[in-house]
DNA sequence: CTAGGGTTAG
């Protein structure tokens, strides 16, 4: 047989190996060496090492593991050989772990012959592969081996493994490891940043900073993108300003991630023309900038802007991704633009595969947008749930006054081995509340201490006692205040507040009033319900006080608006607006109705209206009320039956909550309305909400 | 052949 001369030379071949990056001449090459007999250690190895760097993991294993065994069956076993090996060995767990599966590195690193000795770089990628698969245990005992076999000071290792504590909640253990490194240098450094940044404490993130700068380290990109989220999560734009000009004066790269996480500082502190600015000027956009912009602009109220960018983003020919797409859907549910939300679930549908994240978010949508039936097919489609998807889901169920389905649903999570966690029981409390489910919202309260061993917040007492308060049983939420280790806050206070005014029981309100008042409230919200409790009351002094009070907090009055989507298009209405083309049929519709209410019983609650007026230009005032105007445009301008979706931007007032009552009897549709701060649903004359300021 | 970085859900 004619061989070319070159398999004689070593180096040449080995040289040769590494040069080719296509698996078919590696398979020739490596059919030549083994019909040549020339097939030593060293050069399959390094064939081994070749396939893997090609992609053919599965050669490149079997290759190696044919090698091992040759081996052990030697006599001579040299130390040269081994660690030529290893380096192959290393170059197919990288590549597996680097092709995202993390779980076949460490099954071949589990499976390394004894000849082939692990070394720091074999410690590192396996480390790291825990760390993508949040496998804390298997990384305990990688590190063990790695220490026994002496990389104990090793600072890739020891980083990689910091990054394991680090992202997964260990801070404490990667604390430790890193107080006793000998050597740190800036990807050490950095791991701890962000690790401190993901455990939610920025400001110890910064700290490290600090101390990395006076270690005499110079920080990179990377390191100024932790403490950029550090000053995103603080809310300090200046310090983020400052970290942004270093940046710039120290040539650091500004690459995608970097300039993202800087327009997400910028957005996330309200800044959000700098973050547009920032934005603008980068070389490179993919979606997670796009999307980061536009909840920057879904977040600070700014609907239209995060909706018109997601239509830029399609243009631009970006695939919108999931973070866009939730980004989206957040911006529908804060407006309650339901068409827009069911045809980005069309798009869903087409393009991606639920997943909970955007499943979530869709639920969520149809949930705020008033379509309880959406959300509930939606999720019985979605195979796997985790506990978000369940707590969005008894949330929704809450806010529809579905208090027994909530309950079902929770019931049902526990069989499936889910287990709840707070914010699972500030929706099943908050649902039972709203449905009137007295006895089984103190039984689960109960549950949750003892059974669940979660310790309350102040969302669950607000909880319990509004649920308490709400059905007249204001003295035993006054004795559960009482009983609470803590002093209560002032949404607890307002809850038992608002139990108070709706039962008069006006003597005790007025304590909880001067209560709240001491803790110097400066919501709006909370001021008012004050002064209506103070005006039942008859204490117009009182009521003077926390008028001013309201005047002087700077709480400008916003004027009330509700807007109604109706054929896919919104409609906003302004309490004072004369200028509707459809005015004089509304206030016509309205009349009609306010007749019809008061033969059922209606009666105006003119202690809504703040001025001090004649009774009759209080009653009209209170009919002009924004979603009154929204109600009757949608009743004009939907077929019988169709339900109404508002969404206003204060509270809807007392006044507006009866008459919505009776109007959703009279007119037999269901009606949902959702305010600053929660959802009421009305249908047959029943609201699962009621808060009457 | 090796370690660190961006968003989004209740």
Redesign the pocket.
């Known amino acids: 047989m004619h061989l070319p001369v070159f398999l004689d030379d070593q180096r040449r071949l080995r040289r040769l190996l590494?040069s080719c990056s296509a698996t078919r001449t590696l398979a020739r090459l490596h059919a030549l060496l083994i019909v040549s007999s020339s097939a030593s250690h060293q050069l399959l190895s390094s064939l081994a090492?070749a396939y893997?760097?090609a992609g053919d993991l599965a050669a490149a294993e079997s290759t190696l593991t044919a090698t091992a065994a040759a081996t052990a069956t030697a006599t001579t076993t040299t130390s040269s050989s081994s660690s030529s090996s290893?380096?192959a060995w290393?170059?197919i767990i990288?590549?597996h772990?680097?092709r995202g599966s993390p779980a076949a590195a460490l099954r071949v690193f589990r499976a390394l012959p004894p000849a082939a000795r692990p070394?720091?770089?074999?410690f590192?990628?396996a480390?790291?592969a825990c760390?993508?698969l949040g496998d804390l245990r298997g990384g305990e005992s990688i590190k063990d081996r790695a220490y026994e076999a002496g990389y104990k000071d090793?600072?890739?290792?020891?980083?990689?493994l910091l990054?394991l504590y680090a992202?997964w909640g260990a801070m404490g253990d990667a604390v430790k490891v890193f107080d006793r490194m000998p050597r740190r240098?800036?990807?050490?450094?950095?791991?701890m940043v962000?690790g401190f940044?993901?455990a939610g404490d920025p400001l110890e993130a910064i700290e490290m900073y600090r101390r990395m700068r006076v270690d005499g380290v110079q920080?990179?990109?990377?390191?100024?993108?932790?403490v950029i989220?550090a000053c995103?999560a603080i809310r300090d734009a200046r310090m983020g300003a400052s970290v942004h000009g270093h940046l710039l004066r120290h040539e650091m790269?500004m690459?995608?991630?970097?300039?993202?996480?800087l327009v997400?500082m910028y957005a996330?502190n309200g800044l959000l023309d700098v973050a547009r600015c920032v934005f603008g000027l980068m070389m490179h956009?993919?979606?997670?900038?796009w999307?980061?912009l536009i909840?920057g602009f879904a977040?600070n109220g700014q609907l239209d802007e995060a909706l018109h960018l997601c239509r830029k983003m399609q243009a631009s020919g970006l695939q919108a991704?999931?973070?866009?797409?939730?980004?989206a859907?957040?911006a529908c549910?804060d407006i309650g633009f339901l068409k827009l939300g069911r045809s980005i679930h069309g798009f869903i549908l087409r393009r991606f595969e639920f997943n909970?994240?955007?499943?979530?978010?869709t639920i969520?949508m149809y949930s705020k947008c008033g379509s309880l039936a959406s959300a509930q097919m939606l999720f019985n489609l979605i195979g796997s749930r985790?506990?978000?998807?369940w707590?969005?889901m008894i949330?929704?169920c809450g806010a529809h006054g579905q208090g027994q389905d909530a309950l079902t649903l929770f019931q049902e999570m526990n069989k499936t081995g889910t287990r709840p966690?707070?914010?699972?029981f500030a929706?099943l409390l908050s649902a039972l509340s709203h449905s009137g489910l007295v006895e089984e919202g103190k039984l689960w309260f109960d549950r949750m201490v003892n059974d669940f061993k979660i310790t309350p917040a102040e969302k669950h007492y607000v909880c319990l006692v509004d649920l308490l308060a709400r059905s007249g049983l204001v003295e035993e939420a006054n004795d559960l205040l009482t009983s609470m280790k803590a002093e209560p806050t002032i949404a607890i206070w307002v809850a038992l507040l608002s139990g108070c005014l709706n039962n008069k029981k006006l003597e005790l309100g007025e304590s909880i009033a001067d209560n709240i008042l001491e803790l110097q409230p400066d919501d709006v919200g909370v001021l008012a319900l004050v002064s209506n409790l103070y005006a039942a009351a008859k204490k117009w002094d009182r009521v003077r006080e926390v008028r001013k009070l309201m005047k002087d907090n700077g709480s400008k009055k916003v004027p009330g608006c509700s807007s109604i989507e109706i054929h896919g298009t919104r409609h906003m209405f302004v309490m004072e607006d004369q200028s509707h083309p459809q005015r004089r049929e509304i206030i016509k519709k309205l009349a009609k109705l306010d007749l019809e209410m008061r033969k059922m019983g209606y009666v105006p609650r003119t202690e809504f209206v703040y001025h001090d007026l004649e009774k009759e230009v209080k009653e009209q005032q209170l009919s002009y009320h924004s979603e009154r105007l929204a109600i009757a445009f949608g009743l004009l301008n939907t077929s019988p039956g169709t339900r109404l979706v508002i969404i206003k931007n204060l509270r809807v007032c007392g006044d507006c909550h009866d008459a919505i009552k009776y109007i959703s009897k009279i007119t037999d549709r269901g009606i949902v309305v959702r305010d600053a701060k929660r959802f009421h649903h009305f249908k047959d004359g029943v609201c699962s909400c009621r808060d009457y300021w």
């Open positions: 590494s090492a893997a760097r290893i380096a290393n170059a990288a590549a772990s680097r070394d720091s770089t074999t590192t990628i480390l790291s760390a993508r090793d600072i890739f290792v020891c980083s990689s990054h992202k240098d800036r990807v050490t450094w950095s791991t962000a940044v993901s920080g990179d990109e990377v390191v100024m993108v932790g989220q995103a790269r690459d995608v991630v970097t300039a993202t996480s997400d996330k956009r993919n979606a997670v900038s999307s980061v909840s977040q991704d999931s973070g866009a797409l939730v980004s859907l957040l549910s909970c994240i955007l499943g979530t978010a969520d985790d506990l978000i998807l707590n969005a949330a929704c966690d707070h914010a699972t929706s």
